[in-house]
Structures are given as C-alpha cells and as structure tokens.
C-alpha cells in the first residue's frame, strides 16, 4: 500500500509540506517494505486546480493515504470519493517524524462533520 506525504523537497530531511496541492514533490511510501519514491508533484505550478490535479495524480498512481499539513475541499471531496484517508500532522514536521507517527498510528483522521 503506498503512502503519500506532501514534502518541501525530495529527500529524507524535507518537512511535510502543509500545502497539498502545492507541495514540489510527494513521497510515496511503501508500507509494505519501506521502499521510498520522490516524485514531482505535476499540478504544483498550475494556475488553477492544483489541488484536484494532485489528488488526480496520487490516485493514478494507486495511493491508499495521504499525509499533510492540510487539504483544500475540492482535492478533499475527490479524495473522499475514492475513499483516501487524509492524515494531518502539525507544522514544522520533517518527513522521517511524519513516517514514524503514521505507522505508530498517531496522526490524526481527517474527517468532515455532515450534519
């Protein structure tokens, strides 16, 4: 199952970027053996939209979970749709402390309250 973490740069000491849609690159993670992969994020530069096309571009590439300083609500709504758990972590936090916190089970859900 790969992870995705919303990074300031591509590679171990990068902090999570609390920008989702605009974050330079994601790190995906492979839960399964740990393996790491520093990709652009492709909708980073875009005028408008970065945030769908970064969901878009995650789900393409087969993420189960996101995390992130934060999400905007159309990137959220697809993500929900596709049912992407978002985990949130507060900022400052570098990559390696947001890796550890989500496999101790840690961060906190994101959830929206429906009335």
Known sequence: MLIAFSLDGNNEKALIDPRFGRCPYFALVDDQNGAVEYVPNPAAGVAVGAGTGAAQALIDK??????????G?????????????????PP??????????YREGKLRQYTIQKF
Request: proline share 5%; with cysteine.
């Open 62 to 71: 087969g993420v189960a979970a996101v995390v992130t300083g934060q999400v």
């Open 92 to 101: 400052g936090c570098d990559f390696n402390a947001a890796v550890s916190s």
């Open 73 to 89: 609500p159309k990137a959220l709504e697809i993500l929900e749709a596709m049912q992407v758990p978002i985990f949130l972590v």
